[in-house]
């Protein structure tokens, strides 16, 4: 029995990809692809989320709950220093891509009311965006 169970895990293991255990954005921004931007760019900014947020999350069966949202932090990754809950974010973009990549950045985290009461997980999401001198803003990681 031991030899079977055994032999399953195997078979198991090699025959199912392996997941990663930590979420990362498949590819990071080119830093010369990215325009600079400052806090003086908040209004264009936050314009620019009506279109992006319901793209980046109203895609699934899940889509409802997603319909209605909340900026809770809206800024460039630089400016987040000292905010113990924003600062972490920052360091995330910068282990993902780069310094250069996340101080052309900004961190969004949205609150999504009709999550109340049926996920925590799914009650706040996180987005990291840049504007590409080209296209617009952008998001290049989402993490909730």
């Given at each position: ?6 032999l399953l895990m195997?078979?198991s ?16 921004p ?17 314009k620019?989320?009506?279109?992006i947020?319901p ?10 709950f ?9 800024t ?5 220093v000292?905010?113990?809950?924003d600062?972490g974010?920052y360091?995330m ?16 985290r949205?609150y ?11 009650l ?6 840049a504007?590409?001198?080209?296209k617009?803003?952008?998001v290049?990681?989402r993490?909730h």
């Amino acid at each position: 029995m031991k030899r079977l169970f055994f032999l399953l895990m195997i078979i198991s293991f090699f025959s199912f990809p392996l997941i990663n255990a930590y979420a990362q954005p498949t590819e990071c921004p080119k830093v010369n692809e990215i325009e600079k931007t400052s806090i003086k760019d908040k209004t264009d900014f936050l314009k620019a989320l009506q279109m992006i947020v319901p793209k980046t999350y109203q895609k699934d069966d899940f889509a409802k709950f997603y319909t209605d949202w909340r900026v809770i932090t809206a800024t460039p990754f630089p400016l987040t220093v000292g905010n113990e809950k924003d600062e972490g974010y920052y360091g995330m973009a910068k282990n993902f891509c780069g310094k250069e990549v996340a101080d052309q950045s900004w961190l969004v985290r949205l609150y999504f009311p009709k999550w109340e009461g049926k996920s925590a997980s799914n009650l706040e999401g996180q987005i990291f965006l840049a504007k590409s001198k080209e296209k617009g803003w952008f998001v290049w990681f989402r993490y909730h």
